[in-house]
Each structure stands twice: as C-alpha cells, then as structure tokens.
C-alpha cells in the first residue's frame, strides 16, 4: 500500500492506494473520524456490486444500522444536475446527518463530484471521503477537491473546491469495471504522461496490461498518477492560472463534445481523448510538437479508445466551436488552450483563432483516426 500526501490550505490528506485495502484499513480510517453518522452517496449498480462488502465495513467502523444513511441516485453525467443536488440534501435532512457527520462518495467521478459539492455546501460544510470505484475518479477527479455539478451550458459551472479528509483507492473495484470505463479512464492516465515525459513512455510500453486489466501494473499507474495530480494541487489548489490548469489539456475541447453531443453519449474520457488530439494538431500547427511526438499522441488515444473513440459529425463542428466560449479558461472572449511543447511539456496558450481549431476539427473526420 502507498500512502500518497496532498497538501492543501483548504487542508492536508492522504491518498491510499492498495489492492484488498478497503475492508483492512476503511475501517480504521472511519474510526479516526469519529463520526456519528456515514452518509454514503453513491448509484444503485456500484450499490449492487459492492454494497454487502461496504455495510460489513461500516458496521465495523460505526456499529449501528441507525448510524448509516444512504443517497442513491441514478447512474450518468446528465444526472450531475441541480436538481439531484437538491435530492441529496433533503435525504440528508430525512437522515438527520449533521455537521459532525461524515459523506462517503462511493462510485466514479459523477458520484464523487457532487458528494463532494454536498459536502461543501450542505449545512455549510460538512467532512467527506472519496472511496473512487472507476479508473477515471481514481486517478483524476478523487484528489483536488475540485467539485460540483453541470448545467444544461456546460459541465462543472456550478462548484467549489471542498478537500476530502482522505481517498482510499483499491484497483480489485476495477473487476467489475466494464471495459469502455477502464479505456475512458486510461486517457487520465496518458494525460498524466502528455504532462510528464518518463511516464508517457511508460505508459505505451505497459497499455497491453493496463487494457487486460493488470491490478499489479494498473496499481503501479493509479499510484503514479495520483502522485502526479498531488504535486500540480499542492504548487496551484485553486487553479489560479498556475500548474494546475494543465491538467486541463484536452479539456476544452472534450467538455464541448460532451456538451454538444450530449452528456451520456460520450464518456469523458473519450471526449478528452479527441480533445488530446485536437491539442496534439494545435501544437504542431503552432510550430511546437515535433511529427513524430504527435503520432505518438495520436497512436496512443486510438490505441486506449479503441472501438469507442468518438467519430465527430460535421454538423457538429460550428456548435462544437460555440461551446469552447463557454469554458472557464476562456479570458475575455479569447480561447486559452493548453498545449504541448513537447511530450512532457504542456503550456497555456492564449488568443488560439476559432478558425484554427474548427480546421483540427475538420481533420478528425479523416478516416487515419477513426477506428
């Protein structure tokens, strides 16, 4: 087990990475918290495959079937709303969860965001855990305390930053994961090595394991990763224009094939999968990324999304352009991307012409990056 430090203002934890750690060390974790209830927010089908191994848990930690409450709402990123989030407070009014409680976000990066946006706001903050089910949550959205849920506009419009007291990562939750969620999380993953040189490589030279679903090596990964994502939150928390709004390559343009298409078609990963290549093509086009940097790029999103790499449509392209406008980096009516130098060296660009990225968008209706 790896036992990863964020430090935060908003607060310090640790991340826990592990295979079978949930039943051995939650517990413990639980009992150092001391809480009166665990409220868990979490879907019905994460429910259903592991819900008898997460009450034997809670029992242990805090014995008592009063001492348990649950909110569970339905599977899906359309489901990241308002009116959810509303649902979710009033069961945590029914089940009488105070300030002195504790929310346990149980699931992927759905369940985990708006958890986290409840624990933040709910009776003005209340503490929370994230326990990530997904590869996409363990290696991204569990860790930052970035949180909050989408409007019909556009995702995460709506949020705070709300630091968990801890994440407890375990990788044999993955066995039950569907393939098209591990290759949607993978993309994290290699964003993570578009960010970090040594870890690209990597991760091209182990994706036949990672996509067999190898708990050693996916272990190896996950814990990487999160060391990765530690780093960019303890030198920029608040994403003040600092390291940690490059994390958002090949967000910008993912978060606007979510928009447009509409949230569900697409995972997120897939969409930040066709955003990676966008911003690949930008940084050469831009006289940044050498040739053969970005055919590796490129080699390496079609590799992990294989048969669920998203085929655009060209009459998405112009609503695909008018969603960018709608993304927080966007200063001034100017689109601010974040690109790469090189494979291991990302920045933020400013004033990138629409015109420009319509023309990368055109190029992804050729046939060389379709499956």
């Known amino acids: 087990m790896e036992r990863i430090p964020v430090r935060t203002a908003g607060g310090d934890y640790e991340v826990y990475v592990g295979r079978d750690i949930l039943s051995s060390v939650l517990p413990s974790l639980l009992r150092r918290l001391a809480p009166r209830r665990v409220a868990v927010v979490s879907h ?5 495959l592991h819900g008898d191994g997460l009450r034997d848990i ?3 930690a805090v014995p008592g ?3 348990t409450a649950f909110f569970i709402f339905p599977a899906g990123e359309e489901e990241k709303n308002l009116g959810t989030l509303e649902m979710g407070y009033r069961a945590l009014l029914h089940a009488d969860v105070t300030r002195e409680d504790v929310l346990l976000a149980f699931g992927g990066g759905v369940v985990g965001d708006l958890a986290g946006f409840l624990a933040a706001t709910y009776m003005r903050g209340v503490r929370y855990l994230q326990v990530p089910t997904t590869l996409m949550a363990m290696v991204d959205s569990s860790i930052g305390g970035k949180v909050g849920v989408d409007l019909p506009e556009g995702k995460n419009l709506v949020g705070a ?7 407890v990562t375990d990788p044999t939750t993955l066995r039950t994961l569907p393939e098209r969620e591990l290759r949607a999380g993978l993309v994290e993953m290699l964003k993570h090595g578009l960010l970090k040189a040594d870890y690209f490589t990597w991760y091209e030279e182990h994706l036949p394991e990672l996509l067999a679903c190898d708990e050693e090596v996916l272990t190896e990964g996950i814990a990487t990763s ?5 780093a960019v939150v303890l030198a920029d928390e608040k994403e003040r224009g600092g390291p940690r709004t490059l994390l958002n390559l090949g967000h910008t343009v993912g978060h606007a094939l979510e928009n447009v298409a509409g949230y569900g078609v697409w995972r997120h990963g897939e969409a930040v999968g066709i955003g990676l290549i966008v911003a690949g093509r930008l940084s050469r086009r831009l006289g ?8 590796r790029l490129e080699k390496a999103v079609v590799a992990t999304l294989g048969p669920y790499l998203p085929r655009l449509t060209r009459d998405q392209l112009d609503p695909l352009v008018a969603a960018l406008f709608r993304d927080k980096k966007t200063l001034g009516g100017r689109l601010r991307f974040v690109l790469l130098r090189r494979l291991g060296e990302a920045f933020v660009a400013e004033g990138i012409e629409p015109a420009l990225v319509r023309a990368e968008l055109e190029g992804l209706l050729e046939a ?4």
Do not use: D, G, M
């Open 288 to 295: 940044f990324l050498a040739a053969e940097e970005l055919q």
């Open 65 to 67: 079937e009063e001492n």
């Open 58 to 60: 809670l029992r242990e």
């Open 226 to 230: 999160c060391r990765i994502k530690a």
């Open 44 to 48: 019905p089908e994460i429910i259903e």
């Open 161 to 167: 930053f709300h630091q968990p007291r801890l994440v």
């Open 368 to 371: 060389e990056v379709t499956p």
